[in-house]
């Protein structure tokens, strides 16, 4: 099946020495399929999985339409991902997700509520950002929730930085938009701080930090836990300038 082949891929080019990152933004869980999710990924792969190992995306062909793209990277279970998609059948939807029950979880919703413009990658967004995603391709690239390693020991792990930064400004086209939230204020703090220092952006915030929370970003699974916490959330939203 088409997901091993994409492991197989990753395991390949790692023995290769093709990446040498070291520091992941996650721990590989593999938690167990559930049938559906099983189904899903057997029966909605070719339609609406894109594969690592293909290599840089054909965006003029990839939905059969011009319409604006938004990627999202690390969508759990894909349910914010699909209302979203659903709520803008005149846009384009890419997410990239490493935890393969999600994956499954999200094409099986898809399937469900008849999202038709909708593709997902099972991969590494760090690889698929490097290796896919051509340059000034895309609309918006969403990030909500990232992991928080909220250790300080384990803030390398964070997946903004500003290496992630600069590989998502050149995904944009010139005048897309970096959205980011989170409900861990430290991690805020440090988003803020680093897109600050990035040259080609400007912050969409009135008062320069963060911005109210947007209309069109339905409440994630992980925010909805963070709000019985008691968290706040942080909505971050940049413009790529050049
Ligand atoms: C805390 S969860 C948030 C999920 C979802 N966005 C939400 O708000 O409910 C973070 C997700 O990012 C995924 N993730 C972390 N690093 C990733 C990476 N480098 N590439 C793709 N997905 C990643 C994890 O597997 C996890 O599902």
């Known amino acids: 099946m088409s997901n091993d082949r994409t492991h197989k891929t990753i395991e390949q080019a ?27 990924l057997d029966t909605l792969w070719d339609t609406m999985g ?11 062909n990839l939905f059969g339409n011009d319409n ?20 803008a059948p005149e846009r384009n939807f890419i997410g990239i997700e490493v935890h393969r029950p ?25 690889e698929i950002l490097a ?3 051509p340059k000034q391709s895309i609309d918006t690239v969403q990030l909500f929730f990232p992991d928080p390693w909220h250790k300080a020991r384990h803030h390398k792990r964070r997946i903004v930085k500003p290496e992630f930064i600069e590989s998502v400004r050149q995904s944009l086209k010139i005048g897309g938009v970096f959205h980011m939230a989170t409900d861990w204020e430290n991690y805020a ?6 897109m600050r220092q990035a040259e080609h952006f400007e912050n969409m915030s009135a008062t320069q930090d963060y911005v109210p929370r ?14 019985k916490l008691g968290h706040g959330v942080w909505d971050l939203q940049f413009k790529r300038i050049s």
């Open 68 to 87: 604006p793209i938004t990627l999202e990277i690390g969508f759990g279970m894909g349910k914010s991902l699909v209302a979203m998609a659903k709520a």
């Open 214 to 227: 947007p209309d069109n970003r339905p409440l994630t699974k992980f925010e909805n836990r963070g709000q």
């Open 14 to 40: 790692e023995a290769e020495g093709k990446y040498i990152r070291k520091v992941r933004s996650y721990v590989k869980r593999e938690g167990r399929l559930t049938k559906g999710q099983a189904r899903a």
């Open 189 to 194: 703090e440090c988003m803020l701080d680093d």
């Open 131 to 133: 290796d896919c995603v």
């Open 50 to 60: 894109l594969d690592h190992s293909n290599g840089m995306l054909d965006m003029a």
């Open 102 to 126: 999600g994956v499954g979880a999200c094409l099986a919703l898809a399937e469900a509520e008849g999202v038709t413009n909708l593709k997902v990658f099972e991969h590494d967004a760090i």
